[in-house]
């Protein structure tokens, strides 16, 4: 299959990447750009781990193809800490504990990113309606709740 | 891992391109709008068309425009989302907001259309499995096969309608405008669907779904009920649309669809009938919810088990009655209507 030349523009910056025009994001991400930050779960729609940020809103990488995403911002859990700074999303979940395997954490945090933007100072019902899409298999979601929760606090002044 | 199929992509920036496009390559394409349920469908080599039109860069398609006073136009490539935010719809129409609020999950309704939502694949157990499953249990008459596994002494596919907003679209009166190589047409929304699980679009394959037309509201109020095992991320098992035009307290006329019962969307007319020139009490809601209950034939190629889907039929209809009328919502069972 003919290679086609894309440029996406992932965390901001701009890249020119070879790809047949059937490999999904999720794919091109992980396999052509060594970004495999972003995880492949079911790979049909139905788990949210492959969760990525397409001008803001999240998106699934693995039901996305490149070719219809360029002149899009497109954000990767790589994306979120700034010059080795964490995300205040990323710090929160480390202090918290609230990743046991971790194979969802990408999704969940590029997901509740948005959600922050969006509404700064989300109620736990928000919070539990904007995750959804995003499945957690090892345990329950209370420290992933409580997390966003904190990251939503201190973001808004409110440093415990 | 679950790949595509390789394909070449046309991504359309006009109606007419698309259907230049479909023009150039006959049968080997398929149009395709969020790809939310046409890829997974690929991967699972349900399609493997060679060549894909992409509907959602036509930027025509993509918003909702007018008022409850002179009805809405919603275009196809419209996103869920937006649909289900969409100020004017929730005041006007708040059965398609929550309908379409309650497809899937944040990330796929921020990629899935409406377009795509009424025009989704029918759903089976023996369906929605990959390649390798179905080979293995052998292959149904949907795909790859010559017969039912449901039913296996029928000569037609019994895959289940999934849409959301479909019954809700139905029970609202709304229309789709559609184009084809031979023009365009307006057309019921009813009349776009056929009882058969394979050929389940009255369109060709090549007519593109381009816009659903709402009429004004006048005084309509509507209601939606899903039934899926999660409440957070499931296709429905069961959909319930009821819209009704009411005038005092008697209603004019009524209209009861039912979703996921069928191959389509399954309006229920012995019901609605009932509703008309009469006073929305709980006896007649507890006779309408009967009634509508008799057309919903589920069977067992779902989740949950089928004579519970039908039982439910009629436990969402009531409550969606009792809420449009104004009465404490979720009774138990029609008996508890019916003692009151």
């Not at chain 2, 989704?120 to 080979?135: H, L, P």
């Not at chain 2, 895959?159 to 229309?175: H, I, K």
């Not at chain 2, 369109?203 to 039934?227: F, H, Q, S, W």
């Not at chain 2, 190629?301 to 969402?316: A, I, L």
Request: aromatic share 4%; proline share 6%; glycine share 10%.
């Amino acid at each position: 299959m003919p290679k086609t030349l894309l440029r996406l523009r992932v965390n901001g910056e701009d890249h020119d990447v070879a790809a047949a025009t059937h490999k999904t994001l999720l794919e091109v991400l992980r396999e052509e750009m060594g970004l495999t930050g972003t995880k492949h779960g079911c790979e049909l729609g139905e788990c949210g781990t492959c969760t990525v940020l397409v001008d803001g809103q999240p998106v699934l990488s693995c039901l996305a193809l490149p070719i219809e995403l360029e002149g899009r911002e497109v954000t990767t859990v790589e994306g979120m800490a700034v010059g080795g700074r964490l995300h205040p999303l990323q710090q929160a979940f480390a202090e918290l504990g609230a990743a046991q395997c971790g194979y969802c954490t990408p999704g969940i945090l590029l997901t509740a990113r948005a959600l922050l933007a969006e509404n700064p100072k989300p109620t736990r019902q928000e919070i539990r309606t904007a995750l959804a899409g995003n499945l957690c298999r090892c345990t329950g979601y209370t420290k992933i709740l409580d997390a966003v929760e904190l990251a939503a606090l201190r973001s808004t002044g409110g440093e415990p | 891992m679950l790949r595509l199929p390789p394909f070449a992509y046309l991504g359309a920036r006009t109606v007419g391109d698309a259907l230049q496009f479909m023009r150039d390559h006959g049968g080997d394409a398929m149009l395709v709008a969020g790809g939310t349920d046409l890829y997974p469908n690929m991967k699972r080599r349900q399609f493997e068309p060679s060549v894909l039109v992409g509907l959602r860069g036509i930027r025509e398609l993509g918003g909702i425009s007018g008022s409850a006073e002179s009805g809405f136009a919603i275009g196809s490539q419209t996103t869920l989302t937006r649909v289900a935010e969409h100020s004017g719809i929730r005041d006007a129409f708040p059965a398609l907001a929550t309908a379409a609020g309650l497809v899937s999950s944040p990330q796929l309704r921020n990629m899935g259309t409406i377009g795509g939502n009424v025009c989704v694949d029918t759903r089976c157990n023996y369906y929605n499995q990959t390649y390798q499953w179905r080979k293995a249990i052998g292959f149904c008459m949907k795909k790859d096969g010559d017969i039912c596994l449901v039913a296996p002494s029928s000569r037609r596919c019994w895959a289940v309608s999934s849409s959301d907003t479909a019954p809700v679209l139905w029970s609202l009166g709304a229309r789709v405008r559609v184009h084809g190589p031979g023009g365009e047409r307006v057309i019921p929304i009813e009349t776009l669907y056929r009882d058969d699980g394979i050929d389940y679009l009255a369109k060709r394959p090549d007519e593109i779904l381009t816009e659903i037309v709402l009429p004004p509201v006048n005084g309509t109020r509507c209601a939606y009920l899903k039934l899926r095992r999660r409440g957070s991320f499931d296709f429905p098992v069961l959909g319930v649309a009821v819209a009704l035009r009411i005038d005092g307290d008697r209603v004019l006329s009524g209209r009861i669809v039912l979703g996921a019962v069928a191959p389509q969307p399954r309006e229920a007319r012995e019901a609605s009938a009932l509703l008309a020139g009469h006073r929305l009490t709980p006896e007649l809601i507890a006779a309408v919810a009967e009634a509508a209950s008799k057309p919903s034939k589920p069977l067992d190629n779902t989740d949950f088990t089928h004579p519970y889907r039908k039982k439910m039929t009629r436990v969402f209809v009531t409550r969606a009655l009792r809420r449009l009328a104004g009465l404490p919502d979720s009774p138990r069972n029609d008996a508890e209507v019916a003692d009151r």
